[in-house]
């Protein structure tokens, strides 16, 4: 069964400090994988997006990392900021069809204390 | 920011009633969604759209329709509301398939049915 499992389900951390958020998935085959950050009461927005053959990419404080041969990718939020309190939600897409079914996380909620 | 807008943004309603969930997009995308997320959960697919006059049912089965005259407008309409229907339903476009570019979301209409 395709799945994305995100941990962990909640993160409360000091502004100024940095942290990893994960996603595991289960997802074959496989096309990409995006993070998204939901602000409460917000629809997702883009952050980052790699396919197989990209192992980091940045934006700004954001860097995600992929692992295709442990199915694995992390969040790496550095120096937080109080507009970093979020859900982060891990969505990856198969090849299997030329629509590129999408299958999505429950989201990592991080809120960041001043 | 990407321009997509839906409205309302909070609606309470009584069980029984017809309700529409607007939304419309500025950037000319052909390919629409509409999501549903409810707290702590992932998001489903319930409907998109390829084109105009162009509408599937998504991966979660829901009893609204959606229409597809205009490529800037994607409403979904309940016929008749019940408490089961209380969720956020997300609205969101892409330049191509959903597994080929990211997708723009609104920023949301949250249901409440009574």
């Known amino acids: 069964k395709n799945q994305v499992e995100q941990s962990p389900q909640s993160l409360i951390i000091l502004e100024g400090k940095n942290c990893t958020l994960q996603?595991?998935?289960?997802?074959?085959?496989?096309?990409?994988l995006r993070w998204y950050k939901q602000d409460t009461g917000r629809g997702p927005v883009s952050l980052t997006i790699?396919?197989?053959?990209?192992n980091t990419k940045s934006n700004g404080r954001y860097t995600a990392t992929l692992d295709a041969d442990t199915k694995q990718s992390s969040l790496h939020i550095t120096a937080s900021q109080l507009s970093d309190s979020a859900s982060y939600i891990c969505v990856v897409s198969d090849r299997g069809s030329t629509l590129g079914r999408l299958y999505f996380g429950r989201g990592t909620q991080l809120t960041v204390w001043p | 920011e990407a321009d997509i807008y839906q409205t309302p943004r909070y609606l309470v309603i009584g069980t029984g009633k017809k309700i529409t969930l607007e939304c419309s997009q500025t950037m000319g995308h052909d390919k629409m969604y509409w999501y549903q997320q409810d707290p702590g959960m992932e998001l489903h697919l319930i409907h998109y759209?390829?084109?105009?006059?162009?509408?599937e049912k998504g991966d979660l089965s829901s009893e609204s329709t959606v229409s597809r005259i205009r490529t800037e407008h994607f409403p979904l309409t309940l016929e008749s509301a019940r408490p089961s229907h209380t969720s956020q339903y997300l609205c969101?476009?892409?330049?191509?398939?959903?597994?080929?570019?990211?997708?723009?979301f609104g920023n949301g209409t949250r249901l409440t049915v009574t």
């Open positions: 759209s390829y084109g105009v006059n162009s509408t």
């Open positions: 790699m396919t197989f053959s990209e």
């Open positions: 996603c595991n998935y289960t997802v074959s085959p496989f096309s990409n």
């Open positions: 969101a476009s892409s330049e191509r398939g959903q597994g080929g570019s990211p997708l723009h």
